[in-house]
């Protein structure tokens, strides 16, 4: 995969990302103001569960696979076996993680029983997310693909919600819609992917091989998936649906964006792998280097609207009754900091290198401090409470991990698109607020002000002769000036 390559797929990424944000903020107001808090917590409440459910069905497969199938992109007898190998060991977990549902459900548990229906439904995803094998078009740096389809079920998504949901007792057709389009995307890649190899069950998985690294990888996501829903989890026990509501609602404006910046670093995994397996160090610096560009480069205008507009962007989103998840939503803001440079260290070394013990052990060690803190945390400060325990584990799943990638990019290398970034960002903020101010707060006046401040950040930037920037901008550039 050449550079330009490399940057096609970052723009094809950022955009599936992008409109996971777009759609979200035309859907999220209508469904929030449509479901009610109580409905909302419902639906997340049960979404854990099934996180827990897909954790087991998944193992580690989705890195590990991407990691294996690069290596063998370029050979389609080779990639077909491997695939189907991986593929079969990913579907007897599945089929375990369903066994393990049906226990679940059996239990006399309260809080269970309540959205029994719901964890129902949408567990089909589980299946689909399976059968669908996502991971070989991630190997093969088919991106392109990954964002039509994506955007496309979305959009099925968006007119499906607006069509049948219009009252509080419709949350469940909000989840047969959700799921639905998440499944669809899946369901077409069945087909599709058979241009890159043939995927097929098979009794001769080489277990021997692949579960060693599988497990390491599903030991250390089970850790990750502690700490991001065991939040969710345990306010509602301690707490109530209004609580899991409010939360839950900052916890998604953090994912999505959180995403967003992470994807700039799934699309160089592929090819450092191949990097760090032909010895080319001169290349994986210089991806190392366009990684962190790129996250800096998002992460420090999104964490200043996170900061300064966060009442803005939840009212938009969720409207005024969820104007409680502000505070939580500012803290988790310093989470995403931590987060990305976590993703950052696994990206550009851990999972590339074959050292997933690293990523473990930063793993188990946030989970534990997670649940511990909790435990204090959540009875006393609640929502807030959860949000600043996912930061100290964020925080300490960091700082295992960042040693090993120091030696990798040079400060003085990236220096300057740190401060040209910081600077711009608040020549940004600061004409945001003056424009807020001059014609006052309101629904339109919000969106108007998140896309004048998104160009008046580029336009920052490109007046400051950023070069990452303009590495992208200036062709644009030239072509308008000769048009």
């Not at 808090?37 to 099934?50: E, P, R």
């Not at 580690?60 to 290596?71: F, H, N, S, W």
């Not at 995803?125 to 039509?148: H, M, P, Q, S, Y």
């Not at 996501?221 to 707490?239: G, V």
């Amino acid at each position: 995969m050449s550079r330009t390559s490399i940057k096609k797929n970052s723009v094809y990424n950022i955009i599936k990302y992008a409109s996971s944000v777009i759609f979200p903020l035309i859907t999220f107001p209508y469904i929030s103001r449509t479901l009610g808090v109580v409905n909302i917590g419902k639906i997340n409440f049960a979404n854990s569960i099934i996180t827990y459910m897909s954790l087991i069905a998944s193992l580690g497969v989705y890195t590990y696979a991407t990691r294996e199938c690069a290596k063998d992109s370029e050979n389609r007898e080779a990639l077909s076996k491997v695939s189907s190998e991986i593929y079969s060991i990913n579907m007897t977990a599945t089929v375990i993680a369903y066994a393990a549902m049906i226990v679940l459900l059996i239990l006399p548990i309260r809080s269970i029983q309540e959205v029994r229906t719901l964890i129902i439904i949408q567990s089909m995803t589980v299946l689909f997310t399976t059968l669908g094998a996502d991971w070989i078009n991630t190997a093969e740096g088919d991106f392109r693909f990954i964002t039509i389809r994506t955007v496309l079920m979305q959009f099925f998504s968006l007119v499906m919600m607006f069509i049948f949901v219009h009252h509080p007792a419709d949350y469940i057709k909000y989840t047969l819609i959700t799921v639905v389009a998440a499944s669809g995307a899946n369901c077409i890649n069945i087909f599709y992917r058979r241009r890159f190899c043939d995927t097929h069950l098979t009794r001769r998985m080489n277990a021997k091989t692949h579960l060693p690294s599988i497990m390491t990888f599903f030991s250390t996501i089970l850790c990750q998936t502690i700490y991001t829903s065991a939040d969710i989890t345990m306010l509602r026990i301690m707490k109530d649906n209004y609580q899991v509501g409010l939360y839950s609602t900052s916890v998604k404006i953090y994912n999505i964006l959180n995403g967003t910046i992470s994807s700039v670093v799934t699309v160089i995994l592929p090819e450092i792998s191949m990097y760090y397996k032909n010895g080319q160090k001169d290349k994986i610096s210089a991806a190392a280097k366009y990684a962190l560009e790129f996250m800096m480069v998002l992460f420090i205008p999104i964490f200043a609207v996170l900061n300064v507009f966060s009442k803005e962007l939840v009212g938009l989103l969720a409207g005024s009754d969820y104007i409680g998840a502000c505070t939580s939503l500012r803290i988790l803001s310093i989470a995403m900091l931590f987060s990305l440079v976590g993703n950052y260290v696994g990206s550009v070394y851990i999972i590339p290198c074959g050292k997933e013990k690293i990523g473990l052990i930063a793993g188990a060690v946030s989970a534990g401090a997670n649940i511990i803190l909790n435990i204090f945390f959540i009875p006393e400060w609640g929502i807030n409470g959860a949000a600043f325990t996912t930061a100290v584990s964020e925080f300490l799943g960091m700082i295992i991990g960042f040693p090993y990638v120091t030696h990798l990019v040079k400060v003085r290398s990236v220096i300057r698109t740190f401060f040209t970034s910081l600077l711009s960002s608040g020549i940004m903020c600061v004409i945001m607020i003056f424009i807020e101010k001059l014609i006052g707060p309101s629904v339109l006046t919000t969106m108007m002000i998140f896309v004048i401040g998104l160009l008046i950040y580029g336009i920052a930037m490109i007046i400051m002769k950023d070069e990452f920037v303009l590495s992208f901008a200036g062709p644009v550039l030239k072509k308008l000036r000769h048009n």
